[in-house]
């Protein structure tokens, strides 16, 4: 093993209580961070740790950079938002290493988890992922229609909760609303969708509406969106109080 | 509101570094404890504080003990493995608070979200989750056979990664058999399989194997099983160290 660390490091959604010590640790013992710039602006400044902060779009290429940079004997953190693991750089950086230099296959290397942005959303709102669910990004640079197409249409008659990630990039806006046109032909208009922006973070926004009215204006960049089952539904709060929403842990005839 | 307060909280999966500080503040803050009693056996006793240990079964009777608790005026603090909003105690909570008492409604309720178990496996094994994926429990009181199979060859269909939770309860142990041969006929037996067991605990133990060779009696009661997606693969890696395992970001045409 070589001398060189790299840790993936889950920030989570935004809010800082919702780091994990795991990765309060991996931060605060790093040489080096690399990430995107808005995530390093989320830490605390460390006399003598570098920050080499970069663009949303350079995924691959922020990965080889934090390699070599362990390759020669740093501590990198690579920050990621939410977790890793789920649409985040984890798999970036075994991209990287899969087509890279064979000497970053001896790296000490490793993931820290962290809460992904359909957790966040879902305990704001109740429990919506309380029953078989799917995630599918809609990240317009990696996919074609075609595949989200029959994703969503399969998970349609699965009846699975599904979670949207990454809803409405720069390049694709009209994506959400063709996903929306797309699933009233497959589930009840009835069916609650929820719409959660920057959890966890100043300017957070929580929208829960039905199918049938689901606005792809209210989706950006930073929001996450939960459709529901046939059997995800509302609980009714007084004093005007946001219902929760979830889905229940049976099914069928078993609920 | 009324002045009892519940919290669901999540303590992830096992391992005390991925619990988050606000699942720790929770906690600490609590009058009173309620969960399945090997959960509340991994908290640091605290002077003062009530423990309401009960067997794993019982989620609704729990979560109805907790509500009143609650109303009562007590800081409750629900304990849940994992992510309480993934298979876990928020949906049952939910479920109590809908068939409940009216002034359930009223508490001040909220889910404190943790790293669940696929995200724990996922991290110590590369990035298995890099991609669309769905998560499906096998739990056998909840639901029919003919759901579970539906949903796998659906998700089979869609070429998500598939998490498999509950895998292997007492009462039906030899679902999990079923399911390896179920997935042998819709998915190719070179598909990697990781049988994640108790993930952060002392006893962990994770193996990888592929869909043709996966062996059932792999899967206990604390174990999670991710089966990957057609482009899910190894990364081997020099020296005798575990390989990769991560699905890459794009898919067919755009990976």
């Known amino acids: 093993m070589r001398a060189g660390r790299l840790r993936v490091v889950g920030l989570g959604p935004g809010a800082p209580e919702w780091i994990t010590t795991e990765a309060s640790e991996a931060l605060a013992t790093a040489t080096d961070l690399v990430g995107y710039g808005p995530y390093l602006a989320r830490l605390t400044e460390r006399p003598g740790q570098h920050r080499h902060a970069s663009d949303n779009r ?4 922020r990965a080889r950079f934090a390699l070599e940079l362990a390759t020669s004997g740093r501590n990198v953190a690579v920050v990621s938002g939410g977790d890793p693991g789920i649409f985040a750089m984890a798999a970036a950086v075994m991209e990287a290493i899969e087509t890279g230099e064979s000497a ?3 790296l000490d290397i490793a993931v820290v988890p962290g809460i992904t942005a359909m957790q966040a959303a879902a305990a704001r709102i109740g429990a919506p992922l309380g029953h078989d669910f799917c995630a599918i990004s809609l990240s317009d640079n990696l996919k074609d229609w075609s595949i989200i197409e029959k994703r969503l249409r399969l998970a349609s008659e699965a009846d699975f909760v599904i979670a949207l990630y990454n809803p409405a990039s720069k390049a694709r806006p009209e994506r959400i ?3 929306f046109v797309f699933l009233r032909t497959h589930k009840s208009a009835a069916t609650p969708v ?3 922006r920057a959890v966890g973070r100043a300017d957070e926004r929580l929208t829960v509406t039905k199918l049938g009215d689901a606005d792809p204006l209210l989706a950006d960049m930073a929001t996450l969106i939960i459709i529901g089952s046939s059997e995800t539904r509302p609980i009714e709060r007084p004093g005007g109080a946001q ?13």
């Open 194 to 196: 929820i719409f959660a």
């Open 177 to 179: 609303g063709d996903v």
């Open 243 to 255: 219902p929760f929403i979830y889905t229940p842990r049976g099914y069928g005839a078993r609920a």
């Open 104 to 106: 970053w296959r001896e």
């Open 58 to 61: 350079q995924e691959l290429e």
